[in-house]
């Protein structure tokens, strides 16, 4: 069969579209780097080591921002102890037990409902609810509670979409060989899709890190060192200010920019290890 060569109005079009393709290409990828490259221009050279260990003070005229890495750190830590079972467990309920579909139906649509909402929405529950109604106030423990709310529904679709690639053939061999519906979870299932669910984890992870909004109503903007040689109780009760509420209180509330610009470096250091960590863990996971 004989290919019949493209019009020139047709070559015409095809070019046209290429064109726009490379353009928004191109587009997409400067934006990035100039972002990139003013933050850090704007930001690096503001990062010392002293702005990194100390923690702020109008007495010895310092600022430091040692108890926003650590609250940071504690929010991360205290959030995924949370979310980790309840999202897995949620997620291997829905796709390996539940059998009425409607009712699954209805929980990825309120799981992809969630995602949607804003976070501010969810500072203001958080607020309401863990700070108020249950007399949390303030405190890492309400803006902890509050990030499982939203990243949840994170976990829970990124690792259902990894349970569904697992093959239908590995669970009927494996229940064909006398394992029992657990252990065939347990041994067969997600070992094969460990991968996506790491990779969704550590991309919750860059979500809490990168959470502002929900936090400024509920972990309060507490940026002292004393909190953490206090018992552990009055710790988690007590209040502390991540570092995207550093950069929004340096900003807004402080106008000092260079130091807003040098904890945003720090943050965009952050996102960019954390996105290529994701990257890295899902091919070396998806290779074994």
């Not at 093959?167 to 299932?189: C, D, F, N």
Request: hydrophobic residues 50%.
């Amino acid at each position: 069969m004989e290919i019949q060569p493209l019009s020139g109005k047709r070559k015409a079009y095809d070019r046209i579209l290429r064109f726009l393709l490379y353009f928004c290409a191109a587009l997409t990828c400067a934006l990035l780097v100039f972002i990139i490259g003013y933050i850090f221009v704007k930001g690096l050279p503001h990062v010392t080591w002293e702005f990194l260990s100390t923690e702020p003070s109008f007495i010895r005229d310092t600022i430091g921002i040692l108890p926003n890495i650590l609250n940071t750190i504690y929010l991360v830590v205290i959030t995924l102890i949370i979310i980790l079972p309840l999202g897995v467990g949620a997620a291997i309920y829905l796709t390996e037990y539940a059998s009425n579909r409607r009712f699954v139906a209805a929980i990825e649509f309120a799981t992809e409902t969630l995602t949607g909402i804003p976070s501010i929405i969810f500072g203001l529950v958080g607020m309401l609810f863990f700070c108020q109604l249950m007399g949390l106030q303030a405190s890492l423990l309400a803006g902890s509670l509050t990030l499982v709310i939203v990243t949840i529904p994170t976990i829970i679709r990124t690792t259902q979409e990894s349970l569904k690639t697992v093959p239908q053939s590995y669970r009927e061999a494996a229940l064909g060989l006398g394992a029992g519906k657990w252990h065939m979870i347990r041994t067969v299932v997600l070992p094969s899709s460990v991968d996506g669910i790491v990779t969704g984890c550590i991309l919750s992870v860059g979500r809490i890190v990168g959470e502002s909004a929900a936090l400024l109503f509920t972990a309060g903007m507490g940026m002292s060192l004393n909190n953490y040689f206090a018992s552990v109780d009055n710790f988690l009760h007590s209040s502390g200010a991540s570092l995207t509420v550093a950069l929004y209180v340096y900003a807004r509330e402080r106008a000092e920019f260079d130091v807003a610009f040098a904890i945003a470096a720090i943050l965009m250091l952050l996102t960019l290890i954390i996105n290529l960590s994701a990257k890295l863990v899902g091919k070396k996971l998806k290779k074994k």
